[in-house]
């Protein structure tokens, strides 16, 4: 009998579950990728809107190597100050303030219709509602790129387009994670939404490739390509995601030592041998605190826990205020409230920046700015197999939060020491910054959605990584806001905005782990 191809032996040597589980796994990828993919070409296509221009000797005007497509434009009049041009309303001495503005509307609706987004999730198919999510955002990005073509001037039809697709891209979230959540247990969990939650970074590293492709000769394409990008996704989301594994009879958990699997009735998480001296040791009290425990016992187990699942439970979706009750859930959104203030600070203003600090070209400032993502991809993973190390989300967000405040500072000043300066703090900045904001909505979320005190309810993961990404957006409506509203004093107050979010993140973290809440227990709800 001839030997089998080692292609063949590599396939089979995992089994059926593990297949689904990795389709699952790079299909979530995807699909939340390329909502990330359609949010990215407002900051690439920001120094299109607003192009520099000269006034040369003749009365002409002359446009500056930083729009390569206004060479072949014709001149817009220019202002009073003579020295900008652009697409109106954006070629006002406001331009700042505008921008600002299309940001905080995109934002801001996110993070008001997340708070509903996981509530309603939760009462309907992920599948369906995901893909409805994914086929209006693809419309709305589109509809954004239409007003180059149709030569739209409104400031009001590009604000509606932003609140409107706010709106609809916050069914992404909570469906992916929860989805993710199913298929995977809690082992080496930060590792795993460490790496899947590189899909942030993937997808604005190509959003910004794809837009800076068009932005200076049709910016118009900057938006619709990505916004049918988005639509195909959410096809191939109807067609095959797969909500969880007992719809295809698969364990709902990774089979590494003795095999988990799930019945109609109820779910079953296996976990190894603890040696009897582990077993008197007490569990670490930031874990025990805030994931671990329901505040009852503590202890670890050696046997197979058994939870009523939903199927067979009959158990109802858990409600906002319970949700909150949650240990943790306050303490990590209102952390990542001002993570996510620092890094869609970045998502949204760093092109612009790069432009006017570099004088680079919108299209090469765009590229230049994916280096930011590509350290978001590391601090994501490093972030995640710290705290399964450690044991400890907490202490490794503060680790990074911590680190980050000077790397911000020194940002501010190295990066006009030259490209490869910019470069280097591009890289590290993104590590720091993107770390302790990846850990928190992925595997701190699923961590606190899969809470004892839930006693098996897995209803509730939706409402939790809602109420945490939405707290979270908040910040990320601010920080775009805040970064218009101060640019024109310059840019060393918009880092020093930066650093003083990110203390604020810091002094959070250095809350959750010493226990504020326990010190104040009236001020919060009991379990």
């Known amino acids: 009998m001839a030997q089998l191809p080692p292609g063949i032996r590599f396939i089979i040597s995992f089994s059926r579950d593990q297949w689904y589980r990795?389709?699952?796994?790079?299909?979530?990828f995807l699909l939340y990728a390329s909502f990330h993919l359609s949010r990215k070409p407002i900051s690439i296509v920001k120094g299109e809107l607003h192009s520099y221009c000269t006034a040369s000797n003749d009365g002409k005007v002359g446009f500056s190597s930083r729009s390569q497509k206004a060479r072949d434009a014709p001149a817009h009049q220019l202002p009073d100050n003579g020295t900008d041009c652009g697409w109106a309303p954006f070629d006002q001495d406001n331009y700042q303030q505008l921008l600002g503005a299309l940001d905080y509307s995109f934002l801001c609706a996110y993070a008001i219709g997340m708070y509903l987004s996981g509530i309603i999730g939760e009462r309907l198919p992920i599948r369906c509602y995901l893909t409805f999510g994914m086929l209006a955002s693809g419309a709305f990005t589109a509809l954004f790129g239409v007003g180059y073509f149709y030569n739209i001037h409104s400031f009001g039809f590009y604000v509606i387009t932003q609140i409107i697709n706010g709106l609809v891209q916050t069914t992404g979230w909570p469906s992916v994670v929860t989805c993710l959540g199913n298929w995977f247990g809690k082992g080496r969990r930060g590792l795993i939404m460490g790496v899947w939650n590189s899909h942030t970074s993937v997808g604005n590293i190509l959003g910004s490739l794809i837009a800076g492709y068009w932005v200076s000769t049709c910016w118009g394409l900057s938006f619709i390509v990505?916004?049918?990008?988005?639509?195909?996704?959410?096809?191939?989301?109807?067609?095959?995601?797969?909500?969880?594994?007992?719809?295809?009879?698969?364990?709902?958990?990774p089979a590494s030592h003795p095999r988990g699997y799930e019945n109609g009735a109820h779910r079953f998480w296996p976990q190894k041998p603890v040696p009897a001296e582990e077993r008197s040791k007490p569990l670490d009290p930031e874990m025990q605190r805030l994931l671990l425990s329901d505040g009852k016992h503590s202890g670890h187990q050696n046997h197979v826990v058994v939870l009523p699942a939903d199927g067979g439970g009959g158990m109802a979706a858990i409600s906002f205020t319970g949700a909150l009750?949650?240990?943790?859930?306050?303490?990590?959104?209102?952390?990542?409230?001002?993570?996510k203030l620092v890094s869609y600070t970045f998502l949204f203003w760093l092109p612009l920046y790069i432009t006017n600090v570099d004088h680079l070209d919108v299209k090469k400032a765009g590229e230049l700015s994916t280096l930011f993502d590509v350290g978001g991809i590391f601090?994501?993973?490093?972030?995640?197999?710290?705290?399964?190390?450690?044991?400890?989300?907490?202490?490794?967000?503060?680790?990074?939060?911590l680190l980050a405040a000077p790397t911000l500072y020194a940002f501010s000043s190295i990066s006009r020491m030259g490209l490869e300066a910019t470069i280097a703090m591009l890289l590290l900045s993104g590590a720091l910054v993107s770390g302790p904001y990846a850990l928190i909505t992925t595997a701190v979320s699923a961590d606190l959605g899969t809470h004892k005190s839930l006693k098996g309810n897995s209803h509730a993961l939706a409402t939790v990584t809602a109420i945490i990404d939405g707290t979270g957006s908040v910040g990320a409506a601010l920080g775009p806001l805040l970064a218009g509203l101060i640019s024109p004093s310059g840019w060393n107050n918009v880092f020093y905005m930066l650093m003083f979010a990110d203390a604020c993140a810091l002094l959070t973290s250095f809350w959750m782990k010493s226990g504020l809440r326990a010190l104040f227990p009236g001020a919060w709800p009991p379990l």
């Open 22 to 28: 990795a389709f699952i796994f790079i299909l979530t």
């Open 325 to 339: 009750k949650i240990p943790g859930v306050i303490e990590f959104s209102l952390c990542l409230l001002f993570a």
């Open 379 to 401: 601090g994501g993973i490093l972030a995640g197999v710290i705290s399964d190390r450690l044991e400890k989300r907490a202490s490794t967000c503060g680790l990074m939060l």
């Open 226 to 253: 990505p916004g049918a990008i988005v639509a195909a996704m959410g096809i191939l989301c109807f067609l095959f995601l797969i909500e969880h594994p007992k719809d295809i009879a698969c364990s709902s958990s």
